[in-house]
């Protein structure tokens, strides 16, 4: 699938994005826009063909440096961490299926917004760790968390935790449960 999405920054502050991606099962072309942070717009061409995602994704990328968009690369992105304490050092079958329904609500989640993306997950030392590369952290953190409330019944358990681009490996706590004050990896 060939995907491309790309940024601006409006003179009011705001962030916004558009992004473009062939569907190959589906045959369509689809085109999403909005504020960074808000649910997007979609657009689609059907009966596209993979020849002619090519030409509309040329298109759309020389219409987004023509609009003053482009894309932010991954060392200009926060990393943002999401983690659940587990009932086991080595996580269960629970866990496992805690995982999976965590990390497709949040790939989704974040996606639909323009938000960013989901690097990956792992499951060890009593821990479910997710793992994400976002363009507004702020925003990041809030999505995180509504997410996490709306898709998970473990909410309660989850701590948040971003780290900029400049420092990608010194993670500060940003949302935790009562009690929780240090974060690790």
Known sequence: MS???AYRRRDDGTLEF???????????????HGPVGHLSTSDATDDVDAAASEALLAAFAAQCAEDGFAEIPETEQHRVVAQFALKSQDGTERDRFLERQAVGA???????????????SEIGRGRLTIFT???????AVAAVKTCVRE???????????????????????KHAPSGVRSFTL
Not at 106 to 120: C, K, S
């Open 151 to 173: 898709a998970t019944s473990d909410f309660t358990k989850l701590s948040i935790a971003v780290a900029a681009p400049e420092a990608p490996d010194e993670f500060k706590l």
């Open 106 to 120: 949040l790939t989704a989640h974040l996606a639909w917004r323009g938000l960013g993306t989901v690097e990956g």
């Open 18 to 32: 558009r992004e473009a991606w062939h569907d190959d099962e589906a045959a369509q072309f689809v085109v999403n």
């Open 3 to 5: 995907f491309l999405r």
């Open 133 to 139: 590369r976002c363009v507004d952290v702020n925003k």
